[in-house]
T-cell receptor, first 114, second 108 residues
Framework: DAMVIQNPRYQVTQFGKPVTLSCSQT?????MYWYQQKSSQAPKLLFH???????NEADTPDNFQSRRPNTSFCFLDIRSPGLGDAAMYLC?????????????FGPGTRLTVL | GQQLNQSPQSMFIQEGEDVSMNCTSS?????WLWYKQDPGEGPVLLIA?????ELTSNGRLTAQFGITRKDSFLNISASIPSDVGIYFC????????FGQGTELSVKP
């Protein structure tokens, strides 16, 4: 089945220690998104890639960066995690240019910062 | 910026009851999406709506795209315990804007 995969599902890091979360997709979608979701809140868009074009949200801290080496993979790098960065991180994909704006989410990575 | 108001914030119902939740916005959207999120998991797409006035069903779920393109509702008929979770509406108008979520609890 075509899907969005996130690894790891749970990640524990120390305050200030860089961490990388990964996302892969078998949907062959041209857009990949990273969202941050804190408890009892809606997902908040951090940035997205349309093919190789990176689009950052205006309020995304510089501490968050992303890489998309190819169509299938996208990474979220947190350079110096703070306690406030503990959250669920969601990857999503969509196929822009088809007039269908559905986004398909992965299962998420729960990040704990000690 | 664009905002969605989703209501109710939470619902406690008896198994077998019907459920209704809605989203309203001051902005027009091209697409309305409804997602369900289980604890510790990512949102799962339930229904996508593309045309004003469109009414779409997916099993026991029915959703409508409001005529004004500023609102949408989701109905769940004959609720069952596995309907428990958080339901999010989302409107697309350049990017996806989420409602605050409706937390549904179902008592067997």
């Amino acid at each position: 089945d075509a899907m969005v995969i996130q690894n790891p599902r749970y990640q524990v890091t120390q305050f200030g220690k860089p961490v990388t979360l990964s996302c892969s997709q078998t949907l062959n979608h041209n857009v990949m998104y990273w969202y941050q979701q804190k408890s009892s809140q809606a997902p908040k868009l951090l940035f997205h890639y349309y093919d190789k074009d990176f689009n950052n949200e205006a309020d995304t801290p510089d501490n968050f960066q992303s890489r998309r080496p190819n169509t299938s993979f996208c990474f979220l790098d947190i350079r110096s995690p703070g306690l406030g960065d503990a959250a669920m991180y969601l990857c999503a994909t969509s196929s822009r240019g088809t007039l269908r704006n559905e986004q398909f989410f992965g299962p998420g990575t729960r990040l704990t910062v000690l | 910026g664009q905002q969605l108001n989703q209501s109710p914030q939470s619902m406690f119902i008896q198994e077998g009851e019907d459920v209704s939740m809605n989203c309203t916005s001051s902005s027009i959207f091209n697409t309305w999406l409804w997602y369900k999120q289980d604890p510790g998991e990512g949102p799962v797409l339930l229904i996508a709506l593309y045309k004003a006035g469109e009414l779409t069903s997916n099993g026991r779920l029915t959703a409508q795209f409001g005529i004004t393109r500023k609102d949408s509702f989701l109905n769940i008929s004959a609720s069952i315990p596995s309907d428990v979770g958080i339901y999010f509406c989302a409107g697309y108008g350049g990017k996806l804007i989420f409602g605050q979520g409706t937390e549904l609890s179902v008592k067997p």
